[in-house]
Antibody, heavy 114, light 108 residues
């Protein structure tokens, strides 16, 4: 059974970079697209961007200037870097598979605070 | 970007009743690439419907989706206790992917 698991620090300081990794188990990252999505009480569900195993990426224009998504096919992992974070970036961050998001990680709560 | 507007915001129903949720898009969704999810507290959303009308793996047949273009509907034929949750629509016909604001289905 394919599963996704987010990992990374639960706390980031303002102006720093938030870095998260999603590990794919029970399947291969060499298919489909792989997404980052976040959810905060004020903004609901927000798609951050996605990456294909080829390395092709798409980003939400609202975050594009601060986001990088990368993939490591040798480890079946993909990662999110969000730069210059503020309190507004506090949210639960999810990774998810596909165009319709058929598999989700459990989510990881990230707080931006000094 | 495509804005999705869900209605109503809250639906108060009893177990066994029929639920009808609406999702309207600000422009036509290519390929009817519209998905529905539900989310329970503390959990990730779960895919129910993709391609507007296709049930995802393991989803019971009391869930059905319909619609095309800009107007889509999720119907739950007979509500069961585990169906009370927040429901979201999402389009994947264009980038950026976008979600509706959600409809809460609560026990009356």
């Amino acid at each position: 059974q394919e599963q996704l698991q987010e990992s990374g620090p639960g706390l980031a300081k303002p102006s720093e970079t938030l870095s998260l990794t999603c590990t794919v188990s029970g399947g291969s990252i060499n298919t489909h697209s792989w997404n980052w999505i976040r959810q905060s009480p004020g903004k609901g569900l927000e798609w951050i961007g996605n990456i294909y195993y080829t390395g092709d990426t798409n980003y939400n224009p609202s975050l594009q200037s601060r986001v990088t998504i990368s993939v490591d096919t040798s480890k079946d992992q993909f990662s999110l870097n969000l730069r210059s974070v503020t309190a507004a970036d506090t949210a639960v961050y999810y990774c998810a598979k596909g165009h319709a998001f058929d598999i989700w990680g459990q989510g990881t709560w990230v707080t931006v605070s000094s | 970007e495509i804005v999705l507007t869900q209605s109503p915001d809250t639906l108060s129903l009893s177990p066994g009743e029929r639920a009808t949720l609406s999702c309207r898009a600000s422009q036509s969704i290519a390929g009817n690439y519209l998905a529905w999810y539900h989310q329970k507290p503390g959990q990730a959303p779960r895919l129910l419907i993709y391609g507007a009308s296709n049930r995802a793996t393991g989803i019971p047949d009391r869930f059905s989706g319909s619609g095309s273009g800009t107007d889509f509907t999720l119907t739950i034929s007979r509500l069961e206790a585990e169906d009370f949750a927040v429901y979201y629509c999402q389009q994947y016909g264009a980038s950026p992917r976008t979600f509706g604001q959600g409809t809460t289905v609560e026990i009356k």
